[in-house]
């Protein structure tokens, strides 16, 4: 039976979107990237092996390897392809109306690695069960957990309350 692709793009393209704009902070990048994963996942559809994962882990893994290709492309080599590791001088296109966040943001997670930013990502703003997060990332659920809450005490001990509040509101504010 061939997947619903229309029903799938209603599911998932809004949680892809965003999770691709909190890496890139590119309203266009995220656009164009978010469109590719779709593209991408009816070409390979065949390549979806429903005992491995969800269809949602899958969209989130291709999301996050085009992304990684988007930096590449850009040549902007980081260790990580993500855009938290740029220094806050480089010439990076940002939408203006989220400027003032970003650069907060920055400072909050600045200190973590690619692996704690994308959990945090993926668990609190994308609200995604460990599960599904492990899938994604193609690490043990319980190494996610032990880095989670590792990642989190790190951050309460090192930031105010209100840094901590702004740093699990973000998402509202962030368009």
């Known amino acids: 039976m061939q997947p619903d692709f229309g029903k ?3 599911d998932h393209a809004t949680r892809i979107y965003r ?3 909190y890496k890139t902070y590119n309203r266009e990048a995220a656009e164009d990237i978010t469109s590719e994963t779709f593209l991408r996942a009816i070409e390979k559809e065949q390549s979806f ?3 491995k994962g969800s269809i949602s882990s899958w969209l989130f893994a291709i999301a996050r390897n085009l992304t990684t290709d988007y930096f590449r492309k850009k040549q902007l080599h980081l260790d990580i392809q993500d855009i938290w590791d740029l220094k ?3 010439d990076v296109a940002v939408d203006v109306e989220n400027q003032v966040q970003l650069e907060e943001l920055r400072k909050i997670l600045g200190s973590l690695k690619t692996l704690q930013r994308e959990v945090i990502i993926l668990r609190i703003w994308m609200d995604m069960p460990y599960k599904e997060i ?3 990332l193609g690490k043990s659920e319980a190494s996610l957990k032990m880095a989670f809450a590792r990642t989190i005490k790190h951050l ?3 930031m105010g309350p209100s ?5 699990l509101l973000a998402p509202l504010f962030i368009r």
């Not at 840094?163 to 740093?167: D, G, R, T």
């Open 8 to 10: 799938i793009y209603d």
């Open 19 to 21: 999770f691709i704009y």
């Open 49 to 51: 092996d429903e005992s």
């Open 88 to 90: 806050s001088s480089d």
């Open 134 to 136: 492990a899938q994604v």
């Open 156 to 158: 309460k001990e090192q």
């Open 163 to 167: 840094a901590f509040l702004a740093l």
